[in-house]
């Protein structure tokens, strides 16, 4: 029990990092990331991409004038700050004057990567669609185009990048679901029975006595295997709008994914010496 409770603290800290939850020492962090922390991570990302796509001083100098700010509705109400232009719905390019619209941050993952909110997607079409808008929106494009659109080409190319990591990983596709649904991730273990909980705390006892590396494999293969069935039942689970149904399998997964972070580290400690 006590290896145990030691676990707990270590995927509270490993989580703790990217998720601020204060909830201790329940499972509390297996709760979805607040807004704020997604917005900063967006904010870092676009930082980071203008400052080293952009550092002439004519960009600078642009920067500082910049009068417009990304809108939830540039995309489908209001019209083209180029030609004025109404009706544009669903396109990142006027369809009048080609000029490259505002991003518009409110827009649906599954929209924007021209799929159906469906929790079954087939990856290599997510990573094909996703290929297409990055080329559309590339900077390299936009270069000796007008500075809005160069602004709105890197971040179109921050949101397009943040809504395949999110629709890539099905953890995050089911998190992401469930909020598009109004629904949040349970703020504590109960969505899981006492069984599984069990289940999961022998697996750590063998992560933790796990002498070699082909051990730790082995347990690892187990859990691969534990998350396939589970990724097949999640998408049963939505097909069927059983939403409770699918928190607890996201709960289950997570811990899944945490007992593997485990294995993974104690791999890398094992093979470093
Ligand atoms: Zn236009």
Redesign the pocket.
Known sequence: MRRFTRYLHTIRLELNNNVNCTRLPSLANFCVVPKSTEEQKEAIIRSAKSSTLRTSSKYVASQQVRKYAPTASSMTESA?W??K?KGRKNHML?L??G?LQDVDMEINYFHLLNLSNKFSLEPQELTRRFRQLQTLVHPDKFSNKTDREQNNSADWSALINRAYKTLSAPIERGQYLLKLQGEQMPQDNSALNKEFLMEMMELNEEVADAKSSEDLQRLNEDIVQQLNVAVKELSVSFESNALSEAKSLLVKMKYLQSVQKSIKNKLQKMMGG
């Open positions: 083209c180029n030609c232009e006027c009048s004057c000029f």
